[in-house]
């Protein structure tokens, strides 16, 4: 169902809350054997590609709000990193946020919802090195519950959330009730012609 105005159904920002209703294991970003990197530096992402869903857009940055909660992409067909986190690529959770819809229609998380394990997820940064992830689980949480240690926080390895809104839409409040967050961990980098394999978490 399309949303509201875009203000009317923010994404959720970190909280300390725990709980979900998620379609994927309690713990998706779990790692049962961290993998290793060769140490990516530190670079904002500038563009994200997810050809399983047809996404391939250039990236904003979200810092907080004065209430403490992440800001919330301006424009609906541009997703925005969330920059007091890592950058894609450096270890612990890099999150990049996009809305499901407004009321001109479907917006650039509008599929996140279908993507499945194994599916690509490439973050190219500003000093030319593109970071390709895959998909380790995907989840829906109550935005009254949502789990933010799991989602911001390390869990020792490169991964990359993806956010977005989901689940019931309110019609009373213009909201949607719930968030999807497509989990994903590192497995190369590219810079030009070299690529660096990296030691996937999950054995994958």
């Not at 109550?142 to 020792?156: I, M």
């Amino acid at each position: 169902m399309v949303g509201l105005q875009q203000h009317q159904h923010p994404l959720a920002g970190p909280a300390a809350s725990s709980g979900s209703v998620t379609t994927s294991p309690a713990d998706p970003a779990a790692s049962p054997a961290a993998g290793t990197h060769p140490g990516i530096a530190r670079s904002r992402p500038v563009r994200l590609q997810i050809p399983a869903i047809g996404v391939s857009v250039s990236v904003s940055e979200l810092g907080l709000n004065h209430d403490g909660t992440v800001q919330v992409p301006t424009d609906i067909q541009r997703p925005g990193w969330f920059d007091l986190g890592p950058t894609p690529g450096q270890e612990g959770s890099a999150v990049i946020l996009g809305h499901v819809d407004s009321f001109r229609g479907p917006a650039v998380f509008y599929r996140l919802r279908a993507m499945k394990p194994g599916e690509r997820v490439d973050v190219r940064l500003a000093d030319g090195v593109t970071t390709r992830f895959v998909v380790r689980s995907v989840a829906m949480y109550s935005k009254a519950h949502f789990p933010g240690r799991l989602v911001y926080t390390s869990h020792g390895y490169s991964g990359l959330q993806l956010v977005t809104c989901g689940g019931t839409f309110d019609s009373q409040t213009g909201h949607y009730l719930s968030n999807i967050v497509v989990f994903t961990s590192l497995v190369t980098s590219t810079h030009g012609a070299t690529t660096a394999a990296i030691d996937s978490p999950g054995g994958a």
